[in-house]
């Protein structure tokens, strides 16, 4: 495995996982040698390790979050790396893990707030992950920092935003409704538009909002260009 480059070694590590240790012995040596590869500084190394570790430990609960919780340091790190690709790759292992463990990374949101010189995809990236991470204690944070992003000069990354808030409109959707809402007072035609679309999505998954949004989207005819959202 060492021989391997990068990729080589994530490619044997997936391939790892057909395999099943014969008794619980070789299950702990295979986890032993593992080890120095569940932190290993390359994103896809350790993503596929951790993949690993999680399929041979499924019987073994303990183990698996031990693993998990050993990795968020290393994670973290990446996430912060200097190479934007390094940046990027971290965060989509990220968005898979929390979909198995929701509350691996709750306490340290901030860690995902964009900074203003990254590119667009990675705050597009870091969004949906904030998104994931959303709880009772830190909506109105995340939602006061996504707001920030809802007037930035790049449509993509502003769109993004108030996607994201809609997400997360759907389990506190009177906080979301307040902000968007808000946005629509701008009264800028990309920033409406997005907003007009966004609100009507959360509509159907939230039908008790249906007439705050009617009563706020009174007027907004004049502003929108968008013909699509128009109609």
């Known amino acids: ?19 099943q240790p014969q008794s619980e012995e070789e299950l702990f040596d295979i986890l032993s040698l593992l080890d120095s590869s569940l932190v290993s500084p390359h994103p896809p190394v350790m993503a596929a390790t ?3 570790f999680l399929s041979l430990c499924s019987s073994l609960p303990a183990v698996s979050q031990a693993a998990l919780e050993r990795l968020r340091g290393p994670l973290l790190a ?8 390094m940046r990027f790759t971290a965060l989509c292992h990220i968005q898979l893990l929390l979909r198995s463990v929701p509350g691996l990374l709750g306490e340290h949101y901030k860690r995902f707030f964009c900074s203003y010189a990254e590119p667009a995809y990675i705050k597009r990236r870091k969004m949906q992950v904030l998104v994931e991470l959303v709880n009772d204690e830190n909506v109105v944070m995340i939602l006061d920092e996504l707001k920030g992003y809802c007037t930035d000069v790049n ?6 935003a108030i996607s994201a808030i809609g997400r997360i409109g759907r389990s506190y959707s009177d906080k979301c409704l307040e902000i968007l809402t808000g946005l629509l007072g ?3 035609d990309q920033i409406t ?5 966004t609100i ?9 909002c249906s007439d705050a949004v009617s009563l706020a989207l009174e007027g907004c005819e004049e502003v929108l260009q968008d013909s699509q959202v128009r109609t």
């Open 1 to 19: 495995l060492k021989e391997c480059d990068i990729w080589g070694q994530s490619e044997v590590l997936r391939v790892l996982q057909r395999y």
């Open 50 to 52: 951790l993949c690993l």
């Open 78 to 85: 990446a996430c912060g790396s200097g190479s934007r690709e």
């Open 155 to 160: 449509t993509d990354t502003s769109q993004a």
């Open 186 to 188: 701008l009264k800028q």
């Open 193 to 197: 538009s997005a907003v007009v679309q």
């Open 200 to 208: 009507c999505d959360l509509v159907w998954v939230c039908p008790q």
